[in-house]
């Protein structure tokens, strides 16, 4: 509940202060006892030079009972948020629902008992769904082959820039930039950087839109792709697409789409139709699977077939009984992206949630996502400025503008969400948006939740005209109130130290 924003905002329930681990900490208390040693002991010095064994108990370790340590870590869990507890508007994340039917396959005994170096013979049933979800993505993007090995969308990057790369240098023809727009994926330019490629940002326009004229003016015979995000990160489709590809086409280079926003166009239209040669998918984002916090992802990349040849090594393919194999022979492959053919587990969940929604339930995906956000445009923009209020697909970017002359910024609105039960948006990106805040409902929220964002943003909105202090110092109902971000990002504290006096955990220097 969220008192008058005028008074002293605090909670309006008494909370039960448990205490730390380290406070719960008694003399003798176990979690768990390991049996006695049926064999002879061997002496430390035998297993562990004398260099690196600890000479005192200077680690400072609680001492806890079982049911200590499960109500510490379920505690700090409720303290948590995630997809399950309701909207998390993080834009270019797609923070979906994930469907537990699809947690059911992948922890079937039959993959998660299945070891990567296992024969051939005896691995055709997880080949046989990593094919038919190959396959699948081919069908949906309109692209001819993929590879499912790389780990995340990053990953995916800079796969298909070393497969511009070879496919350039195959033909003699090395070439020596990426023209990336300003509106693209802050990945994008670092995945071209590290390509060895010379990165030329190209404008946008006034529309949020690929500047035309300085796309021509940028391009030229040395340009080996453009990198395009496609809706890009304003949420804007880019309509010009037909003819951007055509633009860099001419010159013999190559287009790469960013799939990351693919959730906006599931079913309704393909980027193999639009030109684009190859591009990534984000399987933990459109195709559902838990992630954030670094994990975990996948990024299969999808090309057309000029470029198949390239693509890692060893390729899953069908023999004509029907059964798969690894293919190995592929003299112009780039090699391998990672050691064994991808993160398996999140692959399955992605299947497993193709094959449940069908063609048209992922079209249905892709329109309630598109959906859910024109609503938040529409009943927002009159209090939050959208510096480019065109037809949104996916997500829409608001920003701070009009706050801000009352002394708010956009990172007092996140963090004043938190108090009303939601999860912050994307804050300050992209660059080319003032006070930026990038929300995506995606299609797991109904009109409810929807209306009740609403409502909150705009609770906060009149708080920043009559009360702006209760934004700069949000948030005031969780746990932890607002941290010296510019102190944990220049002084991070990285290492763990004990206080040998008290035998307790200190945050140390």
Not at 77 to 99: I, Q, R
Not at 116 to 135: A, F, I, N
Not at 289 to 307: D, I, N, Y
Not at 431 to 441: S, Y
Request: overall charge negative; aromatic content about 6%.
């Amino acid at each position: 509940m969220i008192q008058d924003a005028g008074a002293k905002t605090t909670p309006t329930h008494i909370v039960r202060e448990e205490p730390l681990l380290f406070e719960r900490s008694r003399p003798g208390r176990r979690a768990y006892v390991l049996p006695a040693l049926d064999v002879p002991e061997t002496p430390l010095e035998d297993l562990i030079d004398e260099r690196w064994q600890r000479q005192d108990n200077l680690a400072g370790l609680p001492e806890l009972s079982e049911v200590d340590v499960v109500r510490h870590f379920t505690r700090l869990s409720s303290w948590n948020y995630g997809v399950d507890a309701g909207l998390y508007p993080l834009g270019s994340c797609t923070m979906k629902y994930n469907p537990k039917i699809n947690e059911l396959v992948a922890r079937l005994e039959g993959f998660t008992e299945h070891h990567p170096y296992t024969p051939e013979d005896l691995s055709q049933g997880s080949l046989e769904v990593l094919k038919q979800l190959e396959e699948l993505l081919c069908e949906i993007t309109g692209m001819a082959a993929g590879t499912l090995q790389p780990a995340a969308g990053a990953h995916g990057e800079l796969t298909g820039m070393m497969i511009i790369r070879a496919w350039h240098e195959a033909r003699g023809d090395p070439r020596r930039k990426v023209l990336v727009p300003d509106s693209a994926h802050g990945t994008n330019p670092a995945s071209a950087a590290l390509c060895g490629y010379e990165v030329v940002t190209v404008k946008s326009n006034e529309r949020g839109l690929t500047d035309l004229d300085a796309l021509r003016r940028a391009t030229d015979e040395h340009v080996a792709a453009l990198m395009l995000t496609n809706p890009n990160t304003l949420g804007l489709f880019e309509e010009n697409i037909l003819e951007i590809a055509a633009i860099i086409h001419e010159v013999g280079g190559l287009v790469y789409m960013d799939g990351a926003n693919m959730n906006a166009l599931l079913g309704i239209t393909r980027p193999g139709d639009m030109g684009v040669d190859l591009l990534h998918l984000n399987i933990h984002k459109t195709f559902s699977t838990p992630h954030g916090g670094g994990g975990p992802g996948a990024g299969p990349l999808m090309v057309t077939e000029k470029l198949e040849p390239f693509l890692p090594l060893p390729r899953i393919v069908r023999g004509d009984d029907g059964s798969c194999h690894l293919d190995f022979n592929r003299p112009q492959s780039i090699g391998r992206v990672r050691a064994f053919y991808g993160h398996v587990g999140v692959l399955i969940r992605g299947l497993a949630y193709i094959l449940s929604n069908g063609a048209e339930g992922l079209r249905a995906i892709a329109e309630a996502a598109v959906l859910n956000a024109n609503y938040l445009a529409r009943r927002l923009r009159d209090v939050y400025e959208i510096t480019y209020d065109g037809p949104c697909l996916h997500e829409v970017v608001f920003s701070s503008r009009r706050q801000e002359k009352y002394g708010v910024k956009n990172v007092d609105i996140a963090k004043r969400l938190i108090d009303y039960g939601f999860h912050p948006p994307t804050m300050s990106f992209p660059l080319i948006v003032h006070g930026a805040l990038m929300v995506e409902p995606t299609e797991s929220v109904d009109r409810e939740e929807l209306d009740a964002f609403v409502t909150a943003m705009k609770e906060i909105d009149r708080e920043a005209r009559e009360h702006p202090e209760v934004l700069k110092t949000a948030p005031h109902l969780t746990h932890i109130g607002r941290l010296d971000e510019v102190a944990a990002a220049r002084k991070p504290v990285l290492r763990w130290r004990p206080t040998p006096s008290e035998g307790r955990a200190s945050e140390g220097k």
